[in-house]
């Protein structure tokens, strides 16, 4: 994600081309706009990132949630955890939570 930056070393270059080289006043005030957009640049687009990686983290990776009948804290689960494992410890309290008997989706159309 190197959108901004680019636009920033381009606005950085165009001002040098123009006579606003950083020895001149002008091109000093030009050059700290520019370092405060590269900061955000990098603040923007760090952000950016991890909104992605989380959007994908959490398509990949959670794909089944558990209510702990003790505390009520929400888990997260896989697919690979949810197939494979018989109980899934609550993280919060501590609760051995059998997999197949929190499956509470159904009791309620019954
Ligand atoms: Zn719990």
Same mark, same amino acid.
């Given at each position: 994600m190197e959108y901004f930056k680019n636009k920033v070393d381009y606005l950085r270059d165009y001002c040098? !081309? $123009? *006579?606003? @080289?950083?020895?001149?006043?002008?091109g000093k005030v030009f050059m700290a706009f520019a370092d405060v957009l590269?900061?955000? @640049? !990098? +603040? +923007?687009? &760090?952000? +950016?990132?991890?909104? *992605? $990686?989380?959007?994908e983290n959490e398509e990949a990776t959670y794909e089944y949630a558990f209510i702990c009948? !003790? #505390? &009520?804290?929400?888990?997260? =689960?896989?697919?690979e955890v949810f197939e494979e494992e018989?109980?899934? %410890? #609550?993280?919060? #309290? &501590? $609760?051995?939570?059998? =997999? %197949?008997a929190t499956d509470f989706s159904d009791e309620d159309f019954e």
């Open positions: 040098k !081309e $123009n *006579g606003f @080289s950083d020895d001149t006043k002008e590269d900061d955000m @640049s !990098e +603040l +923007l687009d &760090g952000i +950016l990132e991890q909104f *992605g $990686n989380d959007e009948p !003790e #505390c &009520g804290e929400e888990i997260e =689960v896989s697919q018989e109980e899934i %410890c #609550c993280p919060k #309290c &501590g $609760n051995m939570i059998p =997999v %197949c």
